[in-house]
């Protein structure tokens, strides 16, 4: 891919496996603080329960901390368990915030980034807890920009987010990056691929599951399964 400058990569399940974390401190806290038994539906009860909260927030109806407050009481009333579900969130973001479980070929990619292209963090979420993710699995070493929804005021994929991280990656900036320079790679249609690229930016959604949905093909300009994919296409 001719003519790129500057990468933004999402965290949670771009770099750092959020949905294993989630399935490990489920099992985990249900038994510590014996709330029932943890089942494997249980995670997609979350995810469900997660989804519908972050795109809620992405339209601007509710906040972050609306979400810490709600979330695990919603979760527990859907799988019939019975427990405070805002003590549950504290627990939930104090093991959060030390998981660092690396993403098959993160290390890889960005190990081929570096030098070659300015590489930013663009995630939601508050700052310092993402940021000490990326030290706890030594992906600072890589990162040269921090884009964090909470240090920019606005969460992806609102216009303004984006127009906030092109101002701070091209201050004092003598040749200015552009927009048609900038590829952003994440796994959310919604956060990292449809707000970019309705900004103008190229965008590679990262898809995991072992046979690509088909519905998402022509959605973003590139579409891979695993991580080390996104050398070629830049090597191209």
């Given at each position: 891919?001719?003519?790129?400058?500057?990468?933004?990569?999402?965290?949670?399940?771009?770099?750092?496996?959020?949905?294993?974390?989630?399935e490990?401190?489920?099992?985990?806290?249900?038994?510590?603080?014996?709330?029932?038994?943890f089942?494997?539906?249980?995670?997609?009860?979350?995810?469900?329960v997660?989804?519908?909260?972050?795109?809620?927030?992405?339209?601007?109806e509710?906040?972050?901390?609306?979400?810490?407050?709600?979330?695990?009481?919603?979760?527990?009333?859907?799988?019939?368990y019975s427990?405070?579900g805002?003590?549950?969130?504290?627990?939930?973001?104090e093991?959060?915030?030390?998981?660092a479980i690396p993403?098959s070929?993160?290390?890889?990619?960005?190990?081929?980034?570096?030098?070659?292209?300015?590489?930013c963090?663009?995630?939601n979420?508050?700052?310092l807890?993402?940021?000490?993710?990326?030290?706890l699995?030594?992906?600072?070493k890589?990162?040269?920009?921090?884009?964090?929804?909470?240090?920019?005021?606005?969460?992806?994929?609102?216009?303004?987010?984006?127009?906030?991280?092109?101002?701070?990656?091209?201050?004092?900036?003598?040749?200015?990056?552009?927009?048609?320079?900038i590829?952003?790679i994440?796994?959310?249609?919604?956060?990292?691929?449809?707000?970019?690229?309705?900004?103008?930016?190229?965008?590679?959604l990262y898809?995991?599951?072992?046979?690509?949905?088909?519905?998402?093909?022509?959605i973003?300009?590139?579409t891979?399964?695993?991580?080390?994919?996104?050398?070629n296409?830049?090597?191209?």
């Open positions: 891919m001719q003519g790129i400058k500057a990468v933004f990569i999402d965290i949670d399940n771009t770099l750092l496996d959020f949905n294993k974390y989630v490990n401190v489920m099992k985990d806290g249900f038994e510590r603080f014996n709330i029932g038994k089942e494997p539906y249980m995670y997609d009860v979350f995810e469900s997660n989804n519908e909260l972050w795109d809620k927030i992405e339209r601007g509710i906040d972050f901390i609306t979400l810490r407050k709600i979330r695990w009481n919603l979760v527990f009333e859907r799988i019939g427990f405070d805002i003590a549950f969130e504290n627990y939930f973001r093991c959060l915030f030390n998981s993403i070929g993160a290390y890889e990619l960005l190990d081929y980034l570096k030098g070659k292209y300015i590489i963090i663009a995630s979420g508050p700052h807890q993402q940021k000490h993710r990326i030290e699995a030594e992906m600072d890589y990162i040269d920009y921090y884009f964090t929804s909470e240090r920019m005021g606005v969460s992806k994929p609102n216009e303004e987010y984006y127009i906030k991280c092109l101002n701070e990656l091209n201050a004092n900036r003598d040749v200015k990056i552009e927009k048609e320079e590829l952003v994440g796994d959310s249609l919604s956060s990292d691929i449809y707000g970019s690229k309705k900004f103008g930016l190229k965008t590679c898809e995991r599951k072992t046979v690509l949905n088909k519905k998402l093909e022509n973003a300009d590139y891979v399964e695993d991580l080390k994919d996104i050398i296409i830049l090597k191209d």
